[in-house]
């Protein structure tokens, strides 16, 4: 079985930063890409950030310049270094990785639980 698990959330004021992590755990094979969602209130989730395994990066317009994704091979890690956060980045972030499971030839997509991210004064 696969397991996603995200830390980092919480509260911040405004102009703050954040970092994220998620690892995934059990019997991998390999893990493609790797990816950041998010949902705020009322909203759909969007995807904010994605990662190769190769280390291209790609973001939505509206974190472009403010955070950066990134990735630990070795650890099964992705990483969301957040800056100048504004409170419209106030939401639930969600890590979704495209794994190969040991077990079985296809890959397959895996989220983890979601954390908090606040922005408030």
């Known amino acids: 079985q696969v397991q996603l698990v995200e830390s980092g959330g919480g509260l911040v004021q405004p102009g703050g930063s954040l970092r994220l992590s998620c690892t995934a755990s059990?019997?991998?094979?390999?893990?493609?890409?790797m990816k950041w969602y998010r949902q705020a209130p009322g909203k759909q989730r969007e995807l904010a950030a994605t990662?190769?395994?190769?280390?291209?990066?790609n973001y939505a317009d509206s974190v472009k310049g403010r955070f950066t994704i990134s990735r630990d091979n070795a650890k099964n890690t992705v990483y969301l270094q957040m800056n100048s956060l504004k409170p419209e980045d106030t939401a639930v972030y969600y890590c979704?990785?495209?794994?190969?499971?040991?077990?079985?030839?296809?890959?397959?997509?895996?989220w983890g639980q979601g954390t908090q991210v606040t922005v408030s004064s």
């Open positions: 990662i190769t395994s190769g280390g291209s990066t």
């Open positions: 059990g019997s991998i094979f390999n893990i493609n890409v």
């Open positions: 979704n990785a495209n794994v190969r499971p040991a077990w079985y030839s296809a890959y397959g997509d895996y």
